[in-house]
T-cell receptor
Framework: GNSVTQMEGPVTLSEEAFLTINCTYT??????LFWYVQYPGEGLQLLLK???ADDKGSNKGFEATYRKETTSFHLEKGSVQVSDSAVYFC??????????WGAGTKLIIKP | EAGVTQSPTHLIKTRGQQATLRCSPI?????VYWYQQALGLGLQFLLW???????NRGNFPPRFSGRQFPNYSSELNVNALELEDSALYLC???????????FGSGTRLTVV
């Protein structure tokens, strides 16, 4: 079945550092891919998505490119802020419209 | 447009009691998903309802149950509460034409 694997956390960076959170998926075909963010004490929010190969999703300075060759959807940001501290979830959508979730990566940004 | 609303925000129950959690999806969304999030990290899939029917169930005991009403709102019931049921319970809604889910803020259940 489909699965999503993302790098374990926590990931700790200094403010203005470059961020990469790795995400790879296994699936039949080419599922839509998502990144969600969960700020402390809140539910999950959709951060960005890509629906086909080579699509680039972007939002709030974050980007992720759908790479079918490497079955990856890595999240990147050029300069992180303390306010980016949160848990980030990668997900893929299966043929039944259900989302398959990664385990989540906690990001800690220090001033 | 109102988002996904969950109630109550916090719930404290004694071991052995029953808990009822409620979720109202975004207008027009017919699917509701329930997740358990313990220890603030991984999402464990509980239940999926669509058009009033249970479509899929995660690997949880039968004391976790729920239903979806004709207006697409949903209820999650947890019977015979155990200490390890303490977690954040998240509800999400979607429609078949929507890419992704919209989440509520969750219900924090504490079993003492």
């Amino acid at each position: 079945g489909n699965s999503v694997t993302q790098m374990e956390g926590p990931v700790t960076l200094s403010e203005e550092a470059f961020l990469t959170i790795n995400c790879t998926y296994t699936a039949t075909g080419y599922p839509s891919l998502f990144w969600y963010v969960q700020y402390p004490g809140e539910g999950l929010q959709l951060l960005l998505k890509a629906t086909k190969a080579d699509d680039k999703g972007s939002n709030k300075g974050f980007e992720a490119t759908y790479r079918k060759e490497t079955t990856s959807f890595h999240l990147e940001k050029g300069s992180v802020q303390v306010s980016d501290s949160a848990v980030y979830f990668c997900a893929s959508r299966d043929s039944n419209y259900q989302l398959i979730w990664g385990a989540g990566t906690k990001l800690i940004i220090k001033p | 447009e109102a988002g996904v609303t969950q109630s109550p925000t916090h719930l404290i129950k004694t071991r052995g009691q029953q808990a009822t959690l409620r979720c109202s999806p975004i207008s027009g969304h017919t699917s509701v998903y329930w997740y358990q999030q313990a220890l603030g990290l991984g999402l464990q899939f509980l239940l999926w309802y669509d058009e009033g029917e249970e479509r899929n169930r995660g690997n949880f005991p039968p004391r976790f149950s729920g239903r979806q009403f004709p207006n697409y709102s949903s209820e999650l019931n947890v019977n015979a509460l155990e200490l390890e049921d303490s977690a954040l319970y998240l509800c999400a809604s979607s429609s078949s034409t929507l890419y992704g889910y919209t989440f509520g803020s969750g219900t924090r259940l504490t079993v003492v």
